[in-house]
């Protein structure tokens, strides 16, 4: 009974371990694309900085930085609701 019940808890949130993992693995990747792209580190990209932030490519990597660091914000407070609400739900 409780083997089934946890492949079913599981199997019914993959799903969203899958969405939130890749939504972590692409702010990351993203962040680091942005530094090497959008605003290298020397005199060069200190020049360049403030043309480079209008290119297209540097607009799409900060939306993905921005909404994933919202996603994981909400993923966090999602996590937290649910741990409490099940905390205080344990008749004891």
């Not at 089934?4 to 808890?9: E, G, S």
């Not at 969203?16 to 993203?30: A, N, Q």
Request: glycine residues 4%.
């Amino acid at each position: 009974m409780t083997i089934n019940y946890f492949y079913t808890f599981f199997n019914s949130i993959k799903h969203l371990v899958l969405f939130y993992s890749s939504s972590i693995f692409l702010h990351h990747v993203c962040s680091h694309l942005y530094i090497y792209y959008c605003v290298p580190n020397d005199w060069y990209g200190i020049l360049l900085s403030p043309v480079m932030t209008l290119t297209p490519q540097c607009q799409c990597l900060r939306w993905i930085i921005y909404e994933g660091g919202n996603t994981i914000y909400n993923m966090w407070i999602t996590l937290a609701t649910c741990f409490v609400s099940w905390f205080f739900s344990i008749k004891g």
